[in-house]
Every structure is written in C-alpha cells, then in structure tokens.
C-alpha cells in the first residue's frame, strides 16, 4: 500500500513539472547556477540579459535553442562571460530538448 501511494506522489510530481524544468534541474544548473557564478553565469544573469534582447517568447526560444545547440562566440550575446568562463561546450542536445529548456527558461521565475 506504501509503494502505490509512494508512487502515486512521484507520477503526480512528474506532471506538475515541465519536462523543460526536469531537463534544466538535469542538466544546465550543473554550470548555471541559481544563486553563484563559478563556471558559468548564472541562469537569472542569462534569463534577464536574454529578455531584454528578445521582446517575445519566440524569439528568445528559438534563439536559445539554435545558439545552444551550436555555440559561436561570434554570435553570442554575453561576450563578457565569453571572457570570463569560456565558450559553452557543445552539449549534444536534441532540437526539441532544448526548445523544451528554453520555454522553461523564459517562463519560470527563478528566485
């Protein structure tokens, strides 16, 4: 009885997030951190600063998903954390995976 009440709570769980978020939680806070820049900026320096250059969700999407996908320094928008953490890696994300990330980064309000 335990076990299925146990596991009605996580299926619950699963639902009430975004598969956006699992894949952020999963992934990017590993270098983009909520509260301190160590290896990367963090992820309200990037929400904001990407905000402020894209005036819709659209845009901000699909630019994010197409940049992640394919780091260019040439055509990053934070060249002053180019300098100080070094180009993103290319991570191996498919399109949609990162679309999903990008929704849930233009969305959420981190805190």
Known sequence: MKSILLLCGL????????????????NCVTCHKTDVANSAPTIMQIQSHYKKRF?????????MQKWV???????????DA?????LMPELGFDTQSLKEIAEFLYEHKFN
Do not use: C, H, R, W
């Open 11 to 26: 299926s619950l769980y699963m639902y009430a997030i975004s598969s956006g978020e699992m894949l952020f939680n999963g």
């Open 82 to 86: 180019i300098g100080k953490y070094g």
């Open 55 to 63: 005036s819709t969700q659209a845009a901000f999407v699909d630019f």
């Open 69 to 79: 996908e394919k780091p260019n320094a040439k055509t990053a928008l934070m060249q």
